[in-house]
């Protein structure tokens, strides 16, 4: 059956929404925490560090200045490193495939991710979807020169323009209050997904709200009558 899409390219986020890393991100934030004398999360608290950049985090929720959090990130990166950056991660159920879907059906798609974009390419080759994105964006290793949603966002259409792709009628699909606000600011609409790491209020300003692939599915693809 064939498909085509109200859209003409995909931006994703990655963590909470194609990808769980919760287990990793857990043991390696314990591991920092503890070594820098501050308190682990617990998996409840995940939420507060799931999505935004890792250096923000690391202030807000961690209570570190900004000195202090560079170096927390340097420590955790490292752990992540030794680990490999796919260990313990996985896929969201039917996320992959419909991925897959999507770049069958000839939608370019790319990451708009804040994790940074060595890590995002590692994850996107270890599950084997590199192959269905046009762009793999992330942020930059020191997760301070390019970080802000706003601007991955920005990145992601950048390249898929330079790539030739109409990026006239762009989505994002994400999780967290920042990917409604990063995709504001390049006026591309979101798609709020609710099997991550949110609150059911971050959903305010998205243009839809969906709780299961398949209703995500039906917003992005539209099967051809005659498929």
């Known amino acids: 059956m064939g498909s085509r899409s109200p859209w003409t390219c995909l931006l994703w986020d990655v963590d909470g929404t ?3 890393a919760s287990d990793g991100i857990l ?3 314990t591991i920092t925490l503890e070594h820098f004398g501050k308190t682990a999360p617990t998996r409840a608290e995940l939420v507060h560090w799931i999505g935004p950049p890792m250096f923000e985090s690391f202030q807000v929720a961690g209570g ?8 927390a990130v340097s420590f955790y990166r490292t752990l992540g490193k030794a680990d490999g950056y796919a ?6 159920p039917g996320v992959g495939e419909l991925i897959t879907e999507v770049a069958a059906a000839g939608i370019p798609q790319a990451t708009a991710s804040s994790k940074p974009e060595i890590q995002v390419d590692a994850l996107m080759d270890h599950f084997d979807l590199s192959p ?11 997760e301070r020169t390019l970080a802000a949603k706003a601007d991955i966002v920005a990145e992601a259409l950048r ?4 790539a030739r792709v109409d990026t006239s009628r762009p989505v994002l699909i994400g999780d967290r209050h920042h990917d ?3 995709g504001a600011a390049s006026d591309v ?3 709020f997904v609710r099997w991550g790491f949110s609150w059911p209020h971050e959903a305010a300003g998205a243009q839809a709200a969906v709780a299961t692939v398949e209703e995500l599915r039906d917003l992005l693809l539209i099967r051809d009558a005659d498929g």
Request: glycine share 10%; with cysteine.
């Open 18 to 20: 194609i990808v769980d």
């Open 27 to 29: 043991r390696r934030l």
């Open 64 to 71: 570190m200045s900004p000195d202090g959090a560079a170096e």
């Open 87 to 92: 260990t313990g991660a996985k896929l969201f």
């Open 132 to 142: 269905c994105f046009t762009a793999i964006v992330g942020a930059t290793s020191d």
């Open 159 to 162: 390249r898929l323009e330079a």
């Open 180 to 182: 409604v606000e990063g």
């Open 189 to 191: 609409p979101v798609i």
